[in-house]
């Protein structure tokens, strides 16, 4: 098993079912390493990158360094001449300075971050452009009609959400049709072993009406790469030591770790490591279109690129889905509300 391609959504679009995520770059991995990070997992066969407006900042130190991560894949792109190949996506939501109107889906701010990122970017377009999170402070309509001239501007070429609940993407559908707008084509959800609530509402409408699925946090912020240890400090530099300090006190449960337990198990039989059988795992399940990657290092990559290469038969899926069981959660991710309260700009969220 290699890279494999699955269309997004109801589009003809095909993209990789491993997408690299790059929320490490321009804080925690610097230019250059990121650049190396971005043509390795191209020429590896990836075509899907994801980042944000808002990816960038140092941990603890947000929002300083905003920009950064579509500044590198900008710069990256451009010198390795590969942007065509690319299905390139960000997104839109979160404060990008104390200005109060410069957050959120308003029209106002939608069309000037698109603008903004296709800059930073250094390109015409943008494939795939997602509103990086939900509100009830601005009409749906209003999001989806903004969107809908950046598409016929050709700036933007299909739109998607990221953390929406299945309710509010079918109340999208409705608007877009009520009023001959664009429609959303994919969903971008937090989904691992340790969560597996999409499994109930989300995944079954996605399926339904044609939305693809790509996952964040595959594996639980490197949870289930199996590097840490019941009752033993945190490794230095790692997400839980640094970017997610002080949400591993209510994260590393009994539960939680026999989802290690069994997975480093089987990635023993299987001569492979539990960050790539965890990704396996998901990409595995039916509905996902792919999973989102975020390398803080080249070796990283490395390890997580094997995992396209693994399958997994009936019995060690029974043996995951006994200590994991199917819909239900272990530690929440999806909904950010198993992750600590961060205050970005006049708003508080769950990130």
């Not at 699955?6 to 095909?14: D, E, F, I, P, Q």
């Not at 929320?23 to 994801?50: L, P």
């Not at 130190?61 to 590969?82: D, T």
Request: a negative charge; glycine letters at 8%; proline letters at 5%.
């Amino acid at each position: 098993m290699t890279i494999e391609y699955r269309l997004l959504g109801r589009t003809g679009v095909k993209v990789s079912n491993l997408c690299l995520g790059c929320m490490n770059f321009g804080g925690r991995t610097d230019e250059k390493e990121s650049i190396a990070i971005i043509d390795h997992a191209i020429d590896a066969g990836i075509n899907f990158i994801d980042t944000a407006n808002v990816y960038g900042h140092e941990p603890g130190n947000f929002p300083v360094g905003r920009g950064r991560s579509e500044i590198i894949v900008g710069k990256a792109l451009q010198s390795s001449s590969k942007r065509e190949r690319i299905v390139l996506a960000t997104k839109a939501h979160f404060p990008m300075s104390d200005d109060p109107n410069d957050v959120g889906n308003s029209r106002r701010h939608i069309i000037a971050q698109c603008e903004a990122s296709l800059k930073r970017l250094n390109t015409d377009y943008i494939d795939l452009y997602q509103l990086h999170h939900p509100t009830n402070s601005t009409p749906i309509d209003e999001a989806l009609r903004a969107l809908d001239d950046l598409i016929r501007r050709g700036l933007i070429r299909y739109i998607g959400t990221s953390s929406f609940g299945a309710w509010q993407i079918v109340e999208s559908l409705w608007v877009s049709k009520e009023y001959g707008l664009n429609r959303f084509i994919s969903e971008q959800p937090a989904y691992n072993l340790l969560d597996r609530r999409i499994e109930r509402e989300l995944v079954p409408m996605a399926q339904t009406y044609g939305i693809g699925i790509m996952v964040w946090s595959p594996l639980a912020g490197g949870f289930l790469t199996g590097k840490y240890e019941r009752n033993q400090p945190l490794p230095d530099n790692s997400r839980f030591e640094t970017f997610w300090k002080g949400s591993d006190k209510d994260h590393f449960t009994d539960a939680a770790f026999k989802v290690i337990e069994v997975l480093q198990n089987i990635s023993a039989e299987k001569s492979c490591t539990p960050s790539q059988l965890a990704l396996a795992w998901t990409i595995q399940q039916p509905g996902i279109t792919c999973a989102i990657i975020g390398p803080r290092t080249l070796n990283h990559l490395e390890d997580n690129l094997k995992a396209a290469e693994i399958s997994l038969s009936e019995s060690e899926l029974a043996m995951l889905d006994a200590v994991a069981p199917r819909g239900n959660v272990i530690v929440p991710y999806y909904g950010h509300d198993g992750l600590a309260w961060t205050t970005w700009g006049p708003h508080q969220f769950r990130w």
